[in-house]
């Protein structure tokens, strides 16, 4: 590679899970003296910083879903599909304005950025049409999730669980139908189902952040799809832990993970994260620890729980009317996964594709409790194919199922056991490195 910089535009989701793979190549595209300027919320800016990228928000803020009643999955689905159409009709411009005034080398945006996508169907059709001489930026889509064609992977049975299988029996579909055509209507480009543009949108390449063996069917995946592993760096992880309480935890529990040698600990640490998308779910959070006063009759555990600021708010106030929390449970509103999955014994987890692919990295098992998205796919290849841990209904699991759950992950050694095998896989792939050296070797094309 020339020693010529590049200037590379990274259009990320706002989601920790979706930026931390993203962040860990683009910190690496730094220190090869590349430009790189990352979009995404002002909630992520201290992160970006300081993986040494730029900043930028984009125009318009992707709000928190800040309803913590149950809404139908399919429901769910389709407001999380309708916002991202509404950002993008007030994106679309000024992420063009972006382009026509930095001029990037490359374009690198998560699947589930529908304001590039839409951004380059409209620079295509400008330059064919000649109404504009700016030409569409070389892009490639990075999948923080597993890769998905319709006609490979997920096949119809399974797309079902990406909860938007009954589509047009939902009213708020013709919402998100109707935001979608004027939002066409106004760039003048081809509407499409907002299911099609988020799973099979054509790019002329793919880097998946999982590895083969994980991803479904790879095989039969075309060569635009690169499966380069789990993205993980030190760099964008180390931050200062502000917290007392977390760093007392951090310290009192040993770096066992990967745990090779498949040794029990007398003292379990359990870590509890629904991510930072769809986190507003304090049923599920509420029977996690309620779970914690069942298994504390026969289990030494400290339960570390990352609920994020709204559900943080809406337990401390309850927790001030009376509402009791063992005292081994921690509450934080944000915790450094990696760190914890160092010391874990047990992940439960909304199965977000970062959260598998990280407990996967370091051996942990997991009890999977997906929410919406992909995370329902995620749980299944876990839990189900892989046998890497238990998987619940997030919506009809009792504390009692919880707990019953924990205890057999905890005293079967199997799982670990098939974990840590799976961390061995994992650990061959550096993902990152390969990452970095398929976009340099892209841009030179």
């Not at 870590?271 to 986190?279: I, K, R, W």
């Not at 081994?328 to 760190?339: D, G, K, R, S």
């Not at 209904?393 to 005293?411: H, M, W």
Request: charged share 20%; proline share 4%; net charge neutral.
């Amino acid at each position: 590679m020339s020693n010529e910089q590049k200037t590379i535009f990274i259009c990320a989701l706002p989601g920790i899970g979706h930026l931390n793979p993203i962040l860990s190549v683009s910190s690496e595209l730094i220190k090869r003296k590349h430009r790189v300027i990352v979009f995404c919320d002002d909630v992520f800016q201290k992160i970006i910083k300081k993986s040494g990228a730029e900043y930028r928000p984009y125009y318009l803020k992707f709000a928190p879903n800040k309803s913590h009643f149950d809404v139908d999955d399919t429901q769910g689905m389709l407001m999380f599909f309708l916002q991202l159409i509404k950002v993008a009709h007030e994106d679309v411009d000024y992420m063009l304005n972006q382009v026509i005034t930095e001029h990037p080398d490359l374009i690198i945006y998560d699947q589930f950025s529908f304001t590039t996508k839409y951004l380059l169907k409209l620079m295509t059709k400008n330059f064919e049409d000649k109404i504009s001489a700016f030409k569409a930026p070389k892009s490639i889509c990075f999948y923080t999730c597993f890769a998905m064609k319709p006609s490979i992977y997920p096949d119809k049975d399974q797309s079902k669980r990406l909860l938007v299988a009954d589509y047009w029996s939902n009213s708020l579909s013709f919402s998100v139908f109707n935001e979608q055509v004027k939002l066409c209507h106004k760039y003048k480009i081809e509407a499409e189902n907002p299911f099609e543009l988020a799973y099979n949108f054509t790019a002329n390449l793919n880097i998946v952040s999982c590895f083969q063996e994980l991803q479904p069917k790879s095989q039969e995946f075309d060569s635009s799809f690169n499966f380069v592993g789990c993205c993980l760096s030190n760099e964008t992880h180390n931050f200062e832990i502000n917290d007392k309480q977390l760093d007392e935890i951090l310290t009192s529990f040993e770096i066992i993970n990967p745990n090779n040698e498949i040794k029990q600990s007398s003292k379990k640490l359990i870590y509890a994260s629904l991510g930072t998308l769809f986190n507003y779910k304090v049923d599920v959070f509420e029977k996690i620890l309620e779970s914690t006063n069942i298994l504390n009759e026969s289990i030494n555990l400290t339960l570390l729980v990352s609920c994020g600021k709204l559900t943080m708010n809406y337990l401390q106030e309850k927790i001030k009317n009376g509402y009791f929390i063992p005292k081994n449970v921690i509450l934080v509103e944000f915790a450094p996964q990696v760190e914890i999955l160092k010391r874990a014994s047990l992940f439960i987890t909304h199965a977000g594709m970062n959260s598998c692919s990280e407990a996967i990295h370091f051996g942990v098992p997991v009890i999977c409790l997906p929410l919406k998205a992909d995370q329902p796919l995620c749980a299944i290849r876990l839990a189900d194919d892989l046998k890497l841990g238990a998987r619940l209904d997030s919506n009809k699991f009792s504390s009692q199922e919880l707990s019953d759950a924990v205890s057999l992950i905890l005293n079967d050694m199997s799982f670990t056991e098939r974990a840590v095998n799976f961390s061995k896989i994992s650990r061959k792939y550096q993902g990152t490195l390969e990452a970095c050296r398929i976009i340099e070797n892209y841009m030179l094309d």
